[in-house]
């Protein structure tokens, strides 16, 4: 044989050689595939069993989520474990077979399992090729598919629970909810409307929120029933998704939870916890912003829960949905407000409101707060505040709303109406949301549900005002409860208002210092030096002057000193300067206000003699009050604080101003009768009456005289004459008020943090006074307690005064007779001893509200000593 034969063969054999190696290293990976396929569906068997469950509620498996004994685990935790019970070879459930295979709907579940299994991929190649007796009848069991329900309707959940009541069993159940409310497109493809609802119910804006309707062949293709008894397995489509049917839903959740919750809050919660992480990657990447109908869908079911702030739900579910509704756009925020404000949707308003604010109470109670670690840092509470907003808006939609604001009026701004130099108004928040639904909390006369019901007291004493400022001074977007003031009590915006008049205080100060260096010193404080006797002209020259050489000088903080008097002003010769001017410019010999007698409320007299500089004055001195946190003893109707806000007086404010007239006008516009004109008798013309008690006719449009009032044109009256009173008649008067007010506060958050009905509150003080709270907040220094027998003796007397001696000890002790915003509790009264028994007088240091009591010994002298002391103290003569 040749060499060159004998090559061939030894090439020939080396190649059947490697044929049969490669064979045999193609079949070993082939069947090294089949068990990872196989040992990766008995992990997944196993997550379900954890999160899900497996549907019988007598299960005793510790293992289970079924045998109630297992807490709720996130898809992290769950997949870890999984792996974990698959290499212990541990006890499996029996349960019902499933209809499907797992889809795109758990791909959250898979990529949870897929990290896992990568962070320990060692261990799990060597149980999959590891050989085991049982794993191969597992993988058999766990491959047997059938059909499964892909989204719900009323009937299918109707159709499910029934099935699973005759059968004992409810893993069908649990499957199709954990199998739904993970997934966004199951979700939002659920509970569809099949008929357009009544295009008021639907939307309020009928160009941009157009409602699609599904008629009954196109909801049998959604659910693939092309006859009714066809299984549906067919996944709905997306392209015409219908919005909600929210009864549907309500009805088929009070069905549900007639169950025990037990037998599927875990798969429930753990769904929502999945479907959660889904929202948390898709919204922030979706390339249209605009269309994400299906997250509206998803969001509207959601929160119709009804065991959502409860449970397993408050404490996980809802966190989720909640970190994951802070990537909601402004569009899908509005779209929200306008169905939950609409009546269909408006009833779950209060439900949901209830729910995110006890989530925020039980984060607020739970969590501990430090230095590094704000109230303002919890995701939790900062993004169901964000959901909140939402419902804020909705809920004054689903009031009483006036005309739609202008632009000028939706920036907070009055600039339109009274102008005020750019250079000294500051350019104000728009909410981008308020923006998109064109809308502004002073549109709205009557909420739905009380403005104060979207308080949340724990929440605002948790937060640190000085912090939450500096947030909302930053450029850095950190979150700011003052952009989300209605979640927040008067009181604690009040500290929110407090630290801007300080910090800019300190600002002139420093500046103060610098130009003393500089040579050119100036004096850090707004300093008045008034006459008593002369309190109107002597505040008036000085303020006029400041204001027109240096507007900024009044943002110093406010020294008064009384000529010819000692005292150094530490806020309580201020509280009288402010009282005093009050109770002159009020007066009515005064001419400057008239009162009205049914109210007892002052408004502007449209025939007065003053000049605008004292109205000017009457504005600065507003401003200060607020600046400088000073309570006024004024008694303005609430359309003066609209004004001031930005809107004009209409109809509704006569109701506050002239309640006589308001009822008449009224009892016009109610009356539907032909007879109008003869019943009434009126024309465009009216009359009233100037500062000597004569008559003035004016004519409300040309030829007013001869123009009836008619049921045609009665609203037009109406609404022109209350335009005549509360503002064309006044308009000199106000712009000067206004002009005034806005040279102390145009640069301050007032408007952003302040309704209408709060600045009255910060301005006038609350009109409670509960003693009660005075006596838990005080405190007693020099030997007293709360023990001490004339402690005792003092409020026992306090207690029994009447209302007006009760203001008069308030004026005694602190300066003013007005109860804080916050109540009294506020005040943070001091009792101090004066010495042993004596026949003093007790006395006050107004400036820092201390109470100086001699320990009298007995009751009686107690109470002799105190009410002369009270009843005859007049000026600043305590300090």
Same mark, same amino acid.
């Given at each position: ?23 045999s ?12 396929a ?6 997944e ?32 935790e ?21 209809k ?12 949870s ?27 058999r ?11 719900l ?35 939002a ?26 008629? *009954? ?8 029933e ?5 299984d ?5 489509s ?48 979706? *390339?249209?912003k605009? /269309? ?14 009804p ?20 990537w909601l ?8 407000a ?56 909705? /809920? ?20 339109s109406? @009274? ?23 002073? /549109? ?61 205080? @300190? ?17 850090? @404080? ?24 240096n ?9 008064v ?42 408004w ?86 100037d ?65 209408p ?22 405190? @007693? ?20 005064l ?26 943070k ?43 005859y ?7």
């Amino acid at each position: 044989m040749s060499s060159s034969d004998s090559s061939e063969k030894q090439d020939e054999a080396s190649r059947n050689n490697r044929e049969a190696s490669s064979s045999s290293l193609d079949n070993n990976k082939k069947e090294d595939e089949m068990k990872r396929a196989a040992a990766k569906k008995l992990i997944e068997r196993y997550f379900y069993q954890l999160t899900d469950g497996c549907g019988n509620p007598h299960c005793d498996n510790k293992y289970c989520a079924s045998s109630g004994d297992l807490k709720p685990l996130t898809p992290d935790e769950a997949a870890a474990q999984a792996i974990q019970l698959f290499s212990q070879d541990a006890r499996l459930c029996e349960r019902h077979p499933n209809k499907i295979a797992r889809t795109q709907a758990n791909s959250n579940i898979e990529s949870s399992l897929n990290r896992q299994k990568m962070n320990s991929e060692t261990i799990t190649n060597d149980l999959v090729l590891s050989p085991s007796g049982n794993e191969e009848s597992k993988s058999r069991n766990l491959l047997n598919t059938s059909s499964e329900y892909l989204y719900l309707t009323e009937q299918i959940l109707y159709d499910i629970i029934e099935e699973c009541e005759a059968n004992d069993s409810y893993s069908k159940l649990i499957k199709t909810l954990g199998k739904v409310f993970c997934n966004i497109d199951c979700l939002a493809c659920s509970f569809l409307q099949t008929e357009t609802p009544d295009i008021e119910e639907k939307s309020f804006d009928k160009d941009t929120d157009k409602v699609r309707g599904l008629n *009954k062949e196109e909801v049998r293709s959604l659910e693939g029933e092309k006859d009714k008894d066809e299984d549906s397995c067919v996944e709905p489509s997306k392209n015409s998704l219908a919005p909600v049917d929210l009864p549907s839903v309500r009805r088929a959740f009070a069905a549900l939870f007639k169950l025990k919750t037990s037998i599927f809050e875990n798969a429930l919660v753990n769904a929502l916890v999945a479907l959660a992480g889904n929202l948390q990657v898709q919204l922030p990447t979706r *390339k249209d912003k605009d /269309n994400q109908d299906d997250v509206v869908n998803v969001l509207l079911i959601v929160f119709e829960i009804p065991a959502l702030g409860s449970g397993d739900f408050l404490e996980t579910g809802l966190p989720a949905i909640c970190r994951a509704s802070q990537w909601l756009t402004v569009s899908v925020q509005a779209k929200l407000a306008k169905i939950w404000s609409s009546p269909v949707g408006r009833i779950s308003l209060r439900s949901i409101l209830e729910n995110l604010q006890q989530l925020i109470t039980l984060k607020v109670i739970v969590t501990q707060f430090h230095r590094d670690f704000y109230v303002q840092d919890e995701n939790v509470i900062t993004s169901a505040t964000r959901l909140i907003k939402i419902l804020y808006f909705a /809920n004054m939609l689903a009031g009483t709303l006036e005309s739609p604001c202008s632009a000028e009026e939706l920036a907070g701004s009055i600039d339109s109406l @009274y102008p005020i130099p750019k250079s000294q108004k500051a350019v104000p928040h728009v909410d981008p949301l308020a923006y998109e639904l064109g809308i502004n909390v002073l /549109n709205c006369r009557k909420p739905h549900l009380p403005f104060e019901e979207f308080y949340n007291e724990l929440l605002s004493d948790a937060v640190e005002m000085d912090r939450d400022f500096a947030n909302y001074k930053s450029e850095l977007g950190k979150f700011s409860f003052m952009l989300y003031p209605f979640i927040l009590t008067p009181a604690t915006k009040t500290m929110g208002l407090y630290f801007d008049s300080r910090i800019r205080m @300190y600002s002139e100060r420093r500046i103060s210092v610098l130009q003393a260096y500089r040579g050119t010193p100036s004096n850090p @404080y707004l300093k008045l030096k008034v006459r008593r006797d002369h309190i109107i002209d002597d505040a008036l020259v000085e303020l006029e002057m400041l204001a027109m050489e240096n507007p900024n000088d009044l943002k110093k903080q406010l020294v008064v000193e009384f000529e010819g008097e000692q005292g150094i002003d530490e806020g309580g010769v201020s509280k009288e300067f402010f009282q005093l001017v009050v109770e002159e410019i009020f007066n009515p010999d005064y001419g400057m206000f008239v009162l009205q007698k049914e109210t007892q409320v002052v408004w502007f007299n449209p025939t007065s003699f003053e000049s605008d500089g004292q109205f000017t004055l009457i504005g600065i001195v507003l401003g200060l009050a607020i600046y400088n946190n000073v309570i006024l003893s004024v008694n303005f109707p609430m359309v003066l604080y609209r004004k001031l806000m930005g809107r004009r007086g209409s109809f509704e404010d006569l109701k506050d101003c002239n309640p006589v007239l308001y009822n008449s006008l009224k009892q016009m516009l109610e009356y539907t009768a032909p007879d109008l004109e003869d019943v009434f008798m009126q024309t465009f013309s009216i009359s009233y009456e100037d500062v000597f008690g004569s008559a003035i006719n004016h004519q409300l449009k040309e030829n007013g005289d001869d123009i009836q009032v008619t049921q045609e044109n009665k609203f037009e009256y109406v609404e022109l004459y209350a335009d005549f009173l509360l503002n064309k008649q006044v308009e000199k008067q106000f712009h000067a008020f206004y002009k005034g007010f806005q040279m102390v506060v145009d640069e301050s958050p007032l408007e952003l943090l302040f309704r209408p009905e709060e600045i009255e509150l910060l301005i006038c003080g609350s009109k409670v006074f509960d003693f009660d709270e005075l006596e838990k907040s005080t405190e @007693y220094d020099g030997g007293y307690s709360s023990n001490s027998q004339i402690i005792k003796d003092f409020w026992t007397i306090v207690h029994l005064l009447s209302d007006e001696d009760k203001k008069k000890l308030l004026q005694f002790t602190t300066g003013s007779d007005r109860v804080p915003i916050g109540g009294l509790s506020r005040l943070k009264l001091v009792i101090s001893r004066n010495g042993p028994d004596s026949d003093r007088l007790p006395t006050a240091h107004t400036c820092f509200n201390v109470l100086l009591l001699p320990e009298y010994s007995s009751k009686d002298k107690l109470e002799d000593r105190l009410m002369k002391a009270i009843s005859y103290s007049k000026g600043f003569g305590m300090l």
